[in-house]
């Protein structure tokens, strides 16, 4: 090929033609556990996190309800995929060649989200949330009926392979996704350009700018026990007997159990079996979905 603006604009559209391909045809899980914001800043403040209000009957004025506010930020962060083109290489028409890896960039932009997505739930026993404690632990606070604080947990205990039950019934999931600026496709092929003046280099690369974030802990609950009927019972109640401020019930329904691959299948035998190993019918079965995740690996 030719080297000149003409031709390196259609080259550029064809490579831009395999990411977008690659991009769109990926599969991705990640988007059923997190709420998407659209980020307008370099940093978000998430201060409603955890308000919490509630009808009343309507006699006399309004009352307001003041909201207590948390002090939760999500800053931005920017990231980058960057490949490599040889001159040479275009020069002795062995482009083509190299769409494959222009779609590998598209795949991998697609699924960067999940890679930060469930490292941010794997990371929820030391990563802290909106109420400054572990995003999973033994004492959210909490306002009783009575006023007074109280702790309230959303972690079963254990020692081993973390397993998740969360609630993704709601607008609000237990990740937020924060994105500032969505995967683009980007070139530097200028023949002035550093890259290629100075190393016969053509350069395409994607980049974006995004986050992650946790959301409601009420929302999600973690366990290192066995995974087997009687631990995901306890959980399941566990959670929809979370009580707001206030002792208000907060409705919670448990509707995905998340696993690694090396749990899919006693996840599957204790919630989607027929019958359990003693052969009577499976009260669980159902109940919930099952989402296995590589990312959890």
Request: glycine letters at 8%; hydrophobic letters at 40%.
């Amino acid at each position: 090929m030719i080297i000149n603006k003409q031709n390196l604009s259609i080259l550029h559209t064809g490579y831009k033609a395999s990411f977008q391909g690659a991009f769109q045809g990926a599969v991705i899980d990640y988007d059923q556990i997190v709420m998407e914001v659209q980020s307008g800043t370099a940093i978000e403040t998430y201060g409603w996190l955890g308000a919490t209000t509630r009808f009343r009957e309507w006699l006399g004025d309004r009352v307001i309800q003041n909201l207590a506010l948390h002090d939760y930020s999500i800053k931005n962060k920017t990231f980058e995929n960057t490949v490599g083109v040889p001159r040479e290489a275009i020069e002795d028409d062995q482009y083509g060649t190299y769409n494959t890896l222009m779609a590998q960039l598209g795949q991998d932009a697609k699924e960067h989200p999940a890679e930060l997505v469930y490292a941010h739930l794997k990371n929820g026993f030391t990563g802290k949330c909106y109420d400054s404690q572990f995003f999973f632990d033994t004492d959210h606070p909490v306002i009783g009926a009575n006023g007074q604080e109280t702790s309230v947990s959303n972690f079963q205990g254990g020692s081993g392979t973390p397993w998740f039950l969360l609630d993704v019934t709601r607008m609000m999931r237990p990740i937020i996704l924060q994105k500032r600026k969505n995967y683009q496709f980007v070139s530097k092929t200028g023949e002035t350009d550093s890259n290629v003046f100075d190393r016969k280099e053509f350069v395409w690369g994607v980049d974006a700018r995004l986050n992650v974030g946790y959301g409601l802990w009420q929302l999600a609950y973690a366990s290192k026990e066995a995974l087997d009927a009687d631990s995901f019972n306890a959980a399941y109640a566990a959670m929809q007997e979370l009580k707001g401020d206030n002792a208000r019930p907060l409705g919670i329904r448990p509707k995905l159990l998340v696993v690694p691959p090396s749990m899919r299948a006693t996840a599957l035998e204790v919630v989607k079996a027929e019958r359990n190993a003693a052969g009577a019918t499976n009260i669980n079965r159902d109940v919930v979905d099952v989402l296995v995740t590589p990312w959890l690996a």
